[in-house]
């Protein structure tokens, strides 16, 4: 359970890279900090949302009653533990290099002349 729980997760931070390939506005969005955490939060939602309300039922499992806690405290949930880590790490591989840091010099490289 837990390995298909990550295979999942895996799933959804493909999504979201392929997503952030495709889409500009998704990238200048993700630039910054601010951006990256709200786009995560809204993903996370997102992605309970789908879950619970295409994947589940697919595979014959019962969706969570909008009633019930549980589907208030995933939807909480989600926008922290799934959306906002997948946003923020893939957001910041996303970026540009700083123009105006020097180049990294290789060790070997630093003592020779």
């Given at each position: 359970g837990l390995v298909l729980h990550f295979v999942v997760a895996l799933?959804?931070?493909?999504?979201f890279w392929v997503l952030l390939q495709r889409?500009?506005?998704l990238r200048a969005w993700t630039a910054?900090?601010?951006g990256a955490v709200l786009a995560g939060l809204v993903y996370g939602a997102v992605v309970?949302?789908?879950m619970d309300g295409v994947v589940l039922p697919l595979s014959h499992a019962r969706a969570t009653p909008v009633t019930?806690?549980?589907?208030?405290i995933q939807l909480a949930t989600h926008p922290f533990v799934v959306g906002l880590p997948i946003a923020v790490i893939l957001g910041r591989a996303g970026r540009p290099a700083r123009v105006d840091a020097p180049a990294p010099v290789p060790r070997a490289a630093a003592g020779t002349r």
């Amino acid at each position: 359970g837990l390995v298909l729980h990550f295979v999942v997760a895996l799933g959804w931070t493909v999504m979201f890279w392929v997503l952030l390939q495709r889409w500009t506005h998704l990238r200048a969005w993700t630039a910054s900090t601010r951006g990256a955490v709200l786009a995560g939060l809204v993903y996370g939602a997102v992605v309970w949302l789908l879950m619970d309300g295409v994947v589940l039922p697919l595979s014959h499992a019962r969706a969570t009653p909008v009633t019930a806690a549980w589907f208030w405290i995933q939807l909480a949930t989600h926008p922290f533990v799934v959306g906002l880590p997948i946003a923020v790490i893939l957001g910041r591989a996303g970026r540009p290099a700083r123009v105006d840091a020097p180049a990294p010099v290789p060790r070997a490289a630093a003592g020779t002349r």
